[in-house]
């Protein structure tokens, strides 16, 4: 993932500083309290191997965040609809978690929705930041779902899941599936390089 990351340090960026509150983004999302269950940090009932790549993700995520943090001076995109103004009030590890027990999805969607996310930046020039991780892994998870699952909710549950509005969530999906160029095809070999590289020592 830091291979495409280290591509984009010289293109357009996301403020990432930028905490300022906007009514607009009130409307369509509130701070994610989680309803359900109503606990910030909860232990989710996860297996020990997939707990062990989640954490391995969301340790991957926040050091790309953190150096481009660092290294990059950002600039707030006008019109970003994956950029949010308050941060949620969840670990992104808990937030993967609960996407993942939630969803009832397998590893491997998680794993090919990540692959998504690296795509989805290298194509765009695009810069992770703090306030757009949680808008571009929920977009991400969608589309992967609905691509390598059998079965999955509709958008509504989803939403419900991380406290969108439903346009929220069908803008970002519908968003994030233009940005990647429709392409939903993962081959085997960039699948097991990840799966590799999550479940490493």
């Known amino acids: ?27 369509q999302e509130k701070s994610i309290n989680l309803k359900k269950p109503h606990i910030k940090n909860l232990l989710y009932p996860i297996s020990p191997i997939n707990a062990r790549i989640i954490s391995s993700i969301s340790l991957n995520l926040q050091e790309i965040i953190y150096e481009n943090k660092m290294n990059i001076k950002y600039s707030y ?3 970003d609809p994956f950029y949010s103004y308050h941060l949620p009030l969840i670990s992104l590890e808990n937030y993967i978690k609960r996407i993942f027990f939630y969803t009832k999805i397998d590893i491997s969607t998680l794993i090919i929705a990540i692959i998504y996310i690296d795509n989805f930046c290298y194509l765009n020039r695009y810069i992770l930041c703090l306030n757009n991780i949680h808008r571009i892994i929920m977009a991400s998870c969608i589309l992967s779902i609905k691509f390598n699952e059998d079965l999955s909710f509709g958008n509504d549950y989803y939403a419900e899941m991380v406290n969108f509005s439903v346009d929220l969530l069908n803008k970002l999906e519908y968003e994030f599936y233009i940005m990647i160029n429709f392409k939903l ?15 490493r020592d």
């Open 77 to 79: 995109r006008k019109g």
């Open 1 to 27: 993932m830091e291979e495409f990351q280290k591509e984009k340090n010289s293109s357009s960026k996301i403020d990432i500083l930028n905490t300022s509150t906007n009514n607009t983004e009130k409307e």
């Open 185 to 199: 095809i993962v081959s085997e070999d960039i699948y097991r390089k990840y799966y590799a590289y999550f479940t």
